[in-house]
């Protein structure tokens, strides 16, 4: 187990070096950022010695080391729009982005599992086909759209909650957040709703296809044939069983959560990191998208890493010491 | 009164297309301390029962006839939670692979306590003392410390030990299994079969095994019922029904079971059988297609030879060398098969023999040793051209006939395939004539051109595969246990037609099977395989009345005694 969990280690690593050379990569082909950085009325002298002091006339691979260590300290340099470290405007921004996916994501899990295993349960029943009817809106309307009817209705129509930011938040010097004030609250529901809504329809209708299977195997049969109780079979032997490729899609899912919150922050004007990442492109801030690329693959990377870890302890069989097991 | 009786019961499932009738007029009963065995062909209706029994009718099925009673009782029309007490308490039940009926994410002691427990007024620990002596009685070993082990940690015999065990749990009074060494090598069959004798005698235990095996049925039932779509055609005493069937069915049936104590030279036609009509068109092999142009070179000596034949897996990657782990399937054999023989390969599951035969068709590249064939060495060969010379000479069939067809093409163009491969027939037009030739005579008609695989039953593709086989004009075929997915009766015309193939065309055949009375039917010599290694060759009767190896010994010991089965009508071989 250590072994497979050293490689995949070191499997990340990699990924990791590579979205860094992609980042990295975007200093060098969008635009010179020396361009970007003085004045019009800068002379070429000045500008060599600033690109001598900056240290771009270094080999390739220099620089790319060099931006490699200063990430991994968090370190990105300056944004070019707003003059200030970029990781000191990541850190403002996270917290906001951060409990906007907590929340989207426990919506869509404490939901979508429960909705799963009961249409799976009840197959036939009115309550599930409402169910599985209502979830095909949800695959099939984009995000944005689903933003704007809520705040269409929530906000224009019915005026009962509010359409954009973050509303009062508590700054606790290291971490700023909504979730102890009412209006805080309050601002969070309409973002966090549109943002679990497709995940908790792919994680229910998942939840429902591994269930059914798993009720068709024999080792269920053989349960309701030992008189196991209808409950125990359900829920330990049946939901336990279909977890495995439910765990795989979810982390991938809460990656994608963090990822696509771009959107819903947009809609809601919601001051996180993707509402960072989308003001950077207007203004061509290479150092804020870089490191924004940094951060999401990194988050993407971790999710992966811990769900590979929950296999084991899930599954026994990936736990047995492969090489010996007794017959 | 009997313990368990079924009283007159029908079983339908509603379809589309109207209501289909699994069971209808079945009338069985248990005493305890008794053994009944059901036997009957797939789609007889013998699993049908045993889920009636229990309340398990898979929807929409459901018995719209008869009663079902225990000890006096109605069960059959009790509510949910009332059946539900039954099952695992007074009614047990084991399936026939115990590699899927465990729970893969619970511990066996989680498995056998949940089950304790829900049915008896145990605590925790009084539950899980019991369970250790369950699993000892069922003679797992160390039993203390296997009962905290996963399914995955057992072997697939010791599975349907812990399957039984959870069976037993609750001290059930009836015990119905359905096809219980069906997916076990012999030597565990025999174990499981001995357990489960002792475990009616001692616990008087009222036991119902559905099977289609009669070596299971001869061995260790008292009693018989077999059926044929979903009627109970003959009851009675095994003894009586086995020696002395009186209906036809029961009759063709029995004549069909491959014998182990005599060769026959062929198996008797069965009637009885759906799609056994289709009459085989026989052709004048000498002057058809078929027979001409089989421009072998002449040669001496054996077809095929392997000289210390060598398969290593690696089942284990690491990239230090002393950590990778390595299964070596295959241990220097060597083996030769002469022009015109069936050669047989006998052995239990994972003894290497398909690994053999994959090798010598080139499915696997061996690790190590040479392969001689019609002169040239196998093993030598480089280019594709060089290869396809051979490939086209050599043909294997597959067990699994449901898989070893493309779904998507028609019949006409899975036996074309290797014609058009091979550029055997000068046009469209002949290769069509061929494939229908060659459809007639493995007795499929020329009307199944057109069909798709999944249009036909597992024996008429066995047919269709053996059609696709003969399609090059091949020298030798090997057949990896080509008729174990079949059931007997099905079986019995198959081996019937390979054997007239094989004297019509003059091929050699190397024949793979793991039940021995096959092999007596079908081989002229054979070899014993165990762990990878060759135990023995020797001509066939000679290997069965006089074994020279402890191992084959062992095997025939094993093997199921069918001395009471009737010997009417069966025309025995005379031994050269």
Redesign the interface.
């Known amino acids: 187990m250590i072994s497979f969990i050293a490689g995949r280690f070191a499997q990340s690593i990699v990924v990791m070096l590579t979205v860094g050379l992609i980042a990295f990569a975007m200093f060098r082909f969008v635009g010179d950022p020396i361009n970007n950085m003085v004045g019009q009325d800068t002379t070429a002298e000045q500008r060599e010695q600033l690109r001598e002091r900056l240290g771009l006339n270094d080999p390739f691979y220099v620089q790319y080391a060099r931006f490699a260590l200063n990430a991994v300290q968090g370190e990105f340099g300056q944004s070019y729009f707003h003059r200030r470290p970029v990781s000191e405007l990541l850190v403002e921004r996270m917290p906001a982005t951060l409990e906007l996916s907590l929340i989207g994501a426990v919506l869509a899990l404490v939901v979508g599992v429960p909705a799963g295993v009961y249409t799976a349960l009840n197959r036939n029943g009115i309550l599930s086909n409402l169910i599985m009817s209502g979830s095909l809106l949800g695959v099939s309307i984009p995000t944005f759209l689903i933003g704007i009817i809520l705040i269409l209705v929530f906000g224009v129509v019915w005026r009962v909650l509010p359409t954009f930011g973050r509303g009062d938040v508590v700054d606790l010097g290291w971490w700023t957040t909504g979730f102890l004030t009412a209006s805080g609250l309050k601002s969070l529901i309409l973002p966090s709703v549109t943002l679990a809504l497709f995940q908790l329809t792919l994680i229910m209708r998942l939840v429902r296809a591994e269930m059914l299977e798993v009720l068709r ?3 269920i ?10 409950r ?1 079979i359900h829920f ?2 049946a939901l ?2 279909s977890l495995v490729p439910v765990i795989t899609i979810t982390g991938l899912q809460l990656g994608s959560i963090i990822a696509f919150a771009i959107i819903t922050e947009t809609v809601f004007q919601w001051p996180g990191m993707g509402l960072l990442f989308i003001q950077a492109v207007l203004e061509v801030d290479i150092p804020v998208m870089a490191a924004y690329l940094v951060v999401i693959g990194f988050v993407f990377v971790f999710i992966n890493f811990i769900v590979d870890i929950l296999y084991f302890v ?4 990936l736990r ?1 010491d ?2 010996g ?3 | 009164m009997a313990l368990l009786d079924i009283k007159n019961i029908r079983v339908d499932f509603p379809t589309r297309r109207g209501v289909f009738t699994a069971v209808e007029n079945v009338t069985l009963s248990v005493n305890p301390g008794e053994i009944l065995g059901c036997v009957g062909e797939s789609g007889a209706g013998k699993s049908t029962i045993g889920n009636t029994v ?1 309340g ?1 009718l898979e929807p929409p099925g459901r018995m719209s006839e008869g009663e079902i009673d225990l000890d006096g009782k109605r069960i059959d029309n009790l509510p949910y939670e009332a059946i ?6 007074r009614i ?2 084991i ?1 026939q ?1 115990p590699l ?8 066996i002691e989680r498995q056998l306590v ?2 304790i427990t ?2 008896l007024p145990l605590n925790e620990g009084e539950a899980r003392q019991k369970a250790v002596d369950l699993l000892d009685r069922v003679g797992i070993p160390e039993a203390d410390i ?1 009962i905290g ?2 399914p ?4 697939g015999g ?1 599975r349907q030990r812990v ?1 039984i065990a ?2 037993l ?2 001290d059930p009074e009836v015990i119905i299994a359905d096809e219980p060494t069906t997916a076990l090598d012999v030597s565990i069959q025999a174990q499981i079969l001995d357990l489960m004798r002792e475990l009616c005698r001692e616990r008087q235990v009222g036991m119902i095994i559905i099977t289609h095996d009669m070596g299971v049925i001869a061995d260790i039932t008292d009693r018989v019922a077999v059926m044929y779509h979903g009627k109970v055609v003959e009851e009675g005493p095994t003894q009586k029904i086995l020696g002395n069937p009186d209906h036809p069915y029961t009759q063709s049936l029995i004549s069909a079971v491959p014998r182990p104590d005599v060769r026959l030279k062929r198996f008797p036609l069965v009637e009885y059988i759906e799609s056994a009509g289709e009459a085989r068109k026989e052709l004048d092999v000498a002057n058809h297609w078929l027979g001409k142009a089989r421009d072998f070179e002449a040669m001496d000596g054996p077809l095929l030879t392997l000289e210390k034949l060598h398969m290593r897996f690696v089942t ?1 990657n690491a990239i230090l060398p002393r950590d990778r ?1 390595y299964l070596d399937a295959v241990k220097d054999v060597s083996f030769d098969i002469k022009q015109g023989e069936v050669f047989g390969l006998v052995g239990e599951s994972g003894s290497g023999k398909s690994t053999v035969a994959r090798m010598i068709a080139g499915l696997y590249k061996p690790t190590g040793g040479n392969i001689f064939f019609a002169g040239g060495e196998l093993t030598a060969l480089r280019t594709e051209r060089e290869k396809d010379r051979y490939r086209r000479q050599m043909q294997m069939i597959f067990q699994d006939p449901y898989s070893s067809l493309n779904p998507r093409m028609r019949v006409l163009d899975i036996v074309a395939e290797p014609i058009r491969f091979h550029n055997l027939a000068d046009d469209r037009k002949e290769t069509e004539t061929i494939v229908l030739d060659l459809l007639e005579h493995v007795g499929l008609g020329a009307a199944a051109a057109v069909k798709y695989p999944h249009e036909f039953s597992g024996g008429q593709r066995q047919r269709i595969s053996i059609a696709r086989a003969l399609a090059t004009r091949p020298r030798f075929l090997i057949c990896d246990e080509p008729t174990s997915a079949l059931d007997v009766s099905i079986q019995a015309q198959i081996l019937n037609l390979l054997k007239d193939l094989q004297q019509e065309l003059g091929l050699t055949m190397m024949f793979i099977s793991h039940d021995l009375p096959v092999i007596r039917q079908m081989c002229d010599r054979v070899g014993v395989m165990r762990h990878g290694q060759l135990c023995e060759v020797a001509e066939t009767e000679e290997l069965f009345e006089n074994p020279q190896h402890e191992y084959s010994k062992h095997l025939l010991d094993l093997m199921p005694k069918l001395d009471v089965l009737s010997h009417e009508g069966l025309e025995v071989e005379q031994t050269k």
């Open positions: 195997t024999d080792f049969k053989f349960a309701k044939a030992r008189g196991i109780l209808t125990s330990s032997h336990k069983n899930v599954d026994p069989r047995a492969r090489a097991s007794g017959h | 229990i398990l539900r007490k039954i099952r695992g308490r047990g039940m399936f692979d899927t009926s465990l729970n893969p994410l619970q511990t949940e089950t829900t049915h296997r082990q996963y995955h940690q057992f072997s010791m399957v959870l069976a749990c609750a284990r782990r």
